[in-house]
């Protein structure tokens, strides 16, 4: 899979640019998401064990997630040295 957000662009899985959402409208949030084939294929997976559709899935998963209120992080994320395999 190609990016094409050019050479000098952010890494690939940053924000392209800034999400612009008002909930105050009520009206639902519809982002468009891109996803690795391997991680395509995990999701879809689970999906499918939990017979519950990809937005359905996010939806209880960000549900679940509980966020650092004095950095909008979420709670308990693992930092870059947690996601490096043992060697």
Partial sequence: ?????GV?????????????YDPSKGE?????SNFEPKNAVKLLA?????DISV???????VDLIEVDPSTGRPA???QAIQLKEAS
């Fill in 1 to 5: 899979m190609s990016d094409r957000r």
């Fill in 8 to 20: 000098g662009g952010p890494p690939r899985g940053t924000r392209f640019r800034p999400a612009t």
């Fill in 28 to 32: 639902a949030y519809r982002p468009g």
């Fill in 46 to 50: 689970m999906c499918e064990a939990a």
């Fill in 55 to 61: 937005a359905g899935f996010l939806n209880a998963v």
């Fill in 76 to 78: 308990g994320w693992p």
